[in-house]
Structure formats: C-alpha cells, structure tokens
C-alpha cells in the first residue's frame, strides 16, 4: 500500500465521517488526527484549547501530523491543519490529498446541527453570526485547501464515485 490519503476541509465537511465510510470501502486502515490528539494530550479539545490556547493546538496538531508520515490509508485531518506553518506543503508531498467541498450555507446546516461547543474554533457562535463566522473563515482558508490534488463537491459525490476517483488517481502513474 503506498502514501496516505488525506481528507481536508472545513470543520463540518465530514471528514471524520466519510473517512471512515471509505477506509471501510477501500478496506484500507482509518486514522482521524484530532482522535490522535485527544489521545497525546490526554483531554478534550475543547479543554486543551482554554489551557492552551490556539497557538498551543496548533504546535500539538503539527507533531501529530509529522507522526503520519510512514502510515497508510485514509487519514481525516482537522479543519485547521492545512493552514498553519506549511502543513498544507507537507501534506501534499507526503500523500495523496483530498478537498470535501461545501459552500458557506451548507457548512452551516451541518454544523448548525451539531454542538459548537465540541470545535471550539467555532467560539460557540450560533445562527447568522455562525454563517457570517463560517464565511469568513473559509475566505481565509480556502487558498490553503485549493492547492489540494483532488477536489470533490462532497454533497454531489456517492461514496462509490469517491472511491472510483481516489483508485484512478492513485492507478494513474503520473502521480
Ligand atoms: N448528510 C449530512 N447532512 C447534514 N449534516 C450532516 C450530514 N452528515 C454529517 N452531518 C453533520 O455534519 C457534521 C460533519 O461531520 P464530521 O464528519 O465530524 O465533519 P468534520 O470531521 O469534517 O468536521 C456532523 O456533526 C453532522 O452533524
Ligand atoms: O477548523 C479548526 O480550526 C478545527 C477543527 C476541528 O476538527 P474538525 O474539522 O474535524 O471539526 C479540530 O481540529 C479543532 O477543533 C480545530
Ligand atoms: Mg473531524
């Protein structure tokens, strides 16, 4: 089996969930780097975010990343990894790497649907203050996901179509 599969996108894409959905597909291992995190830090994100700050996480999550280096399979970054230091540089040459696409608006029925307080980047905003909060944030991080080999509009890809892109991909010797 060769480099991993990194999944990228905004917190809500489904990164975590699709994840798992296509390593069990793919019948390839799953690793979801925030679950790695947790396990490191020994606590919750949220918690380890009012001990330590964004910049503290930040520093946690790229040494959970550089662990990735010799693994296999599909691996679910968190919302944020791309856009800090040149994570998104080390991502690319170190696997193959993917783009869950939404819009601001789909974003925001997702994740409206979940409890904010459980991705504490969202600083519990809730409503029109969360989408003005999402479409804000994906503006500064979008050049950071676009630089990703593969983009999928993730609401419009079947597993089964995602599935068939990722082995193209990965069969095509170009890459
Ligand atoms: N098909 C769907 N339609 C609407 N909301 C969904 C759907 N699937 C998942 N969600 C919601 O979106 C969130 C995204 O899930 P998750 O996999 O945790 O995303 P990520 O890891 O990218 O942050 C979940 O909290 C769930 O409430
Ligand atoms: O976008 C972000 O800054 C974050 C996204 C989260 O992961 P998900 O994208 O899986 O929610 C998690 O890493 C942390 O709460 C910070
Ligand atoms: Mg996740």
Redesign the pocket.
């Known amino acids: 089996m060769g480099k991993p599969i990194f999944l990228i996108g905004?917190?809500?894409?489904g990164?975590?969930t699709w994840g798992k959905k296509l390593a069990n597909a793919l019948e390839i291992p799953f690793i979801d780097m925030?679950h790695e995190i947790v396990e490191k830090i020994g606590m919750s994100?949220p918690e380890y975010f009012s001990l330590h700050g964004d910049e503290g996480?930040r520093k946690i999550?790229r040494e959970v990343m550089l662990d990735q280096a010799e693994r296999t399979g599909i691996i679910?970054t968190?919302?944020?990894?791309p856009c800090y230091f040149d994570n998104m540089q080390w991502l690319i040459d170190h696997g193959t790497v993917l783009y869950l696409k939404h819009s601001p608006k789909s974003l925001w029925n997702r994740l409206s649907q979940s409890d904010v307080n459980k991705?504490?980047?969202l600083k519990g905003f809730s409503g029109e203050e969360l989408l003005s909060f999402i479409e804000e944030k994906l503006n500064e991080r979008a050049p950071f996901y676009d630089r990703a080999h593969i983009h999928v509009d993730q609401i419009n890809t079947p597993l089964e179509k995602l599935v068939e892109i990722i082995e193209d991909y990965q069969n095509d010797d170009a890459n």
Do not use: L, Q, V
């Open positions: 905004f917190m809500g894409s990164k975590t925030d994100i996480f999550e679910s968190g919302g944020g990894t991705r504490p980047a």
